[in-house]
């Protein structure tokens, strides 16, 4: 999923891209509003998030520019002003969703995917994540769409980082898996592998899918090999 941060303060900007890209989205940046336009048409990105105060082209101008191409893509207006008025003629405008500053970082990526779920639902199909569609790993059904599994009624968020881990783990089931080999799938080929980054990512993702992270039964540790899902 490609998410397009158009932002003119430099360290809100930069820390929006350091902490999604933490999280596995592919992230391109503009520092105005003419920039952001640009990187919509090069790039064709499936979320935008806007700062709404810009120079040369506002967040709102953005928005109408962006809604005459193309209606359906998610847009969040991330912007200091906080008026009701403002955020009326954020959505009027055509915007999915709107975030006043100060907002934590982790609240922009909940909302992102949710207006990313939104549209998947109302567009019936699995967009992005690589063309993954639903696939079963253990007793977890992954929903690469939605960015999220199931287990039983039991939602269970993603990251698309986690879903790229987890299908390689489910095609490979049996066969141990070195470092390198999760590296790829997760981070990409153009990152040089970092151990204590891969082993940090499956501690926390097994807190979240595992029943007993302590003793895993999904992603187990093959020592001095790497991991295996038996």
Same mark, same amino acid.
């Given at each position: 999923?490609?998410?397009?941060?158009?932002?003119?303060?430099?360290?809100?900007?930069?820390?929006?891209?350091?902490?999604?890209?933490?999280?596995?989205?592919?992230?391109?940046?503009?520092?105005?509003?003419?920039?952001?336009?640009?990187?919509?048409?090069?790039?064709?990105?499936?979320?935008?998030?806007?700062?709404?105060?810009?120079?040369?082209?506002?967040?709102?101008?953005?928005?109408?520019?962006?809604?005459? =191409?193309?209606?359906?893509?998610?847009?969040?207006? +991330?912007?200091?002003? $906080? !008026?009701?008025?403002? #955020? %009326? &003629?954020?959505?009027?405008?055509?915007?999915?969703?709107?975030?006043?500053?100060?907002?934590?970082?982790?609240?922009?990526?909940?909302?992102?995917?949710?207006?990313?779920?939104?549209?998947?639902?109302?567009?019936?199909?699995?967009?992005?994540?690589?063309?993954?569609?639903?696939?079963?790993?253990?007793?977890?059904?992954?929903?690469?769409?939605?960015?999220?599994?199931?287990?039983?009624?039991?939602?269970? =968020?993603?990251?698309?980082?986690?879903?790229?881990? +987890?299908?390689?783990? $489910? !095609?490979?089931?049996? #066969? %141990? &898996?070195?470092?390198?080999?999760?590296?790829?799938?997760?981070?990409?080929?153009?990152?040089?592998?970092?151990?204590?980054?891969?082993?940090?990512?499956?501690?926390?993702?097994?807190?979240?899918?595992?029943?007993?992270?302590?003793?895993?039964?999904?992603?187990?540790?093959?020592?001095?090999?790497?991991?295996?899902?038996?």
């Amino acid at each position: 999923m490609i998410v397009l941060i158009a932002e003119d303060d430099i360290y809100t900007r930069e820390g929006l891209v350091d902490i999604l890209e933490s999280e596995g989205f592919k992230v391109i940046a503009a520092k105005n509003g003419r920039e952001a336009i640009e990187l919509f048409k090069s790039e064709s990105p499936d979320c935008i998030c806007l700062d709404i105060m810009m120079p040369e082209i506002n967040g709102y101008d953005v928005c109408k520019a962006i809604r005459k =191409e193309d209606l359906q893509v998610p847009v969040i207006f +991330l912007s200091a002003k $906080s !008026e009701e008025i403002d #955020k %009326v &003629l954020g959505l009027e405008l055509g915007a999915d969703d709107y975030i006043s500053k100060p907002f934590g970082v982790r609240e922009v990526i909940a909302r992102i995917r949710a207006v990313t779920r939104r549209l998947n639902y109302l567009k019936g199909n699995s967009s992005d994540q690589n063309e993954i569609t639903k696939f079963n790993i253990s007793d977890l059904i992954i929903l690469p769409s939605e960015l999220k599994a199931l287990r039983g009624n039991l939602e269970i =968020e993603l990251s698309p980082r986690d879903i790229r881990i +987890l299908k390689l783990f $489910s !095609e490979n089931q049996g #066969k %141990v &898996l070195d470092r390198d080999n999760i590296y790829d799938a997760g981070w990409g080929v153009s990152h040089m592998p970092n151990s204590r980054t891969l082993d940090q990512h499956i501690s926390q993702l097994r807190k979240r899918i595992e029943e007993n992270p302590g003793q895993p039964e999904i992603i187990c540790t093959v020592h001095n090999a790497g991991y295996r899902y038996i």
